[in-house]
């Protein structure tokens, strides 16, 4: 879903270790990046809180909403940590690339 919201049209590997190791965004800086793989440690952490919610809540499996989630923690991690982002909730959902290239 990320790959598809950022316009990355790719097949990712199985193994977690080379999944995060090959999860860049080709073409684009090295800081660029950096920030991207923030994206995927946050959805790695919205699957396992939703493993839990399902383990030990009875919940159920719900990627669209791990992915919103994840969304939302990013954008909120960016406007909290990193001083200079000036892009909105609204900009960052329907337009990411731009403003990852506005905080690189």
Wanted: proline fraction near 1%; hydrophobic fraction near 45%; charge should be positive.
């Amino acid at each position: 879903m990320c790959d598809r919201w950022v316009g990355n049209m790719i097949v990712r590997h199985e193994s977690t270790f080379v999944n995060f190791q090959s999860y860049c965004l080709l073409s684009q800086r090295k800081g660029f990046n950096r920030v991207w793989k923030g994206m995927w440690m946050t959805i790695v952490s919205e699957i396992w809180n939703l493993r839990n919610k399902v383990v030990f809540k009875g919940g159920l499996v719900d990627a669209e909403e791990i992915f919103c989630l994840a969304q939302l923690k990013v954008w909120l991690w960016f406007k909290f940590k990193l001083k200079r982002t000036i892009f909105s909730y609204s900009d960052w959902h329907l337009s990411p690339m731009v403003c990852l290239h506005s905080m690189t």
